[in-house]
């Protein structure tokens, strides 16, 4: 059974950084492709929308619209693990960030944001001064 575990959320100002972090159990091998999304606070799950997934297959990555040079998204090759570089955060970035992986798709893509296999349970990121 695949279980996920974020964390790293937290409380920051507006311009500060954070840095999420996955770790992912009970996935064998390197074809899958795994990332992030988030849901702003009172949008529920219709609300949760991509940021960024990366593939261990063939190590692509993909951005949503206007986050690419804010985040960064990266891969531990040693023990497996995804991190979630955020950079000059906003309110707007306030978010719970869930990390999710598919086992459908060996190549990040925006196909990766459509449904997902499993999720982990979400870490809180608030940006307020």
């Known amino acids: 059974q695949v279980q996920l575990v974020e964390s790293g959320g937290g409380l920051v100002q507006p311009g500060g950084s954070l840095r999420l972090s996955c770790e992912a159990y009970g996935i064998n091998g390197d074809r899958y492709t795994i990332g992030w999304f988030r849901e702003p606070p009172g949008m529920g799950r219709e609300g949760r929308t991509g940021?960024?997934?990366?593939?261990?297959?063939?190590?692509?990555?993909y951005y949503a619209k206007d986050l690419e040079g804010r985040f960064i998204i990266s891969r531990d090759k040693e023990n497996g693990r995804v991190y979630l570089q955020m950079n000059n955060l906003n309110a707007e970035d306030t978010a719970v960030y869930y990390c999710?992986?598919?086992?459908?798709?060996?190549?990040?893509?925006?196909?990766?944001?459509?449904?997902?296999?499993?999720w982990g349970q979400g870490t809180q990121v608030t940006v307020s001064a």
């Open positions: 940021v960024s997934c990366i593939s261990p297959t063939d190590e692509s990555t």
């Open positions: 999710a992986v598919d086992f459908d798709y060996y190549t990040c893509s925006p196909f990766f944001f459509i449904s997902p296999d499993s």
